[in-house]
């Protein structure tokens, strides 16, 4: 099963897509969109063009455990995304996924500005790894957006 995950932010989102064994990041890339309804659009025909059959979006929530606003923006993000392209959609806890993300690019040398074009393409490939990493071990978390 392809799955796609998508770390969403207010300018660039980064979508992750795994190989079609559902086992592998296989490629990441970032979509510049700044309107949700155009993003979404963007993410299902991305989805669709890939023969993805899930989507996992990042749950960016407080170290707490708790949910703030991006949290609430991914989780209407995620929504859409349901109602959109008739998928099962699921939130992924992200936390830390942007430091790590951060830090990848540093040891590569890509820190400055090239670094900051890849971070979002890379903390959702993260988001996908821990994300197919858990499905292995555990069957997969229950859906959490619903029409």
Request: hydrophobic letters at 45%.
């Amino acid at each position: 099963m392809r799955v796609m995950a998508v770390d969403y932010g207010d300018v660039r989102t980064g979508l992750a897509v795994s190989d079609i064994t559902g086992s592998l990041v296989g490629e990441a890339f970032v979509v510049k969109e700044v309107s949700v309804g155009k993003l979404t659009d963007v993410i299902a025909a991305e989805a669709a063009a890939r023969g993805v059959e899930c989507l996992a979006v990042g749950l960016p929530k407080n170290m707490d455990g708790t949910r703030g606003e991006r949290a609430q923006k991914s989780e209407r993000l995620a929504e859409i995304l349901r109602v959109k392209t008739a998928l099962p959609v699921f939130l992924w806890d992200e936390r830390r996924t942007t430091a790590e993300a951060q830090r990848i690019l540093h040891t590569a040398g890509r820190s400055g500005r090239r670094g900051r074009a890849k971070l979002d393409a890379v903390a959702a490939a993260l988001i996908l790894e821990g994300f197919l990493l858990s499905r292995r071990f555990v069957p997969p978390p229950e859906e959490t957006a619903r029409p």
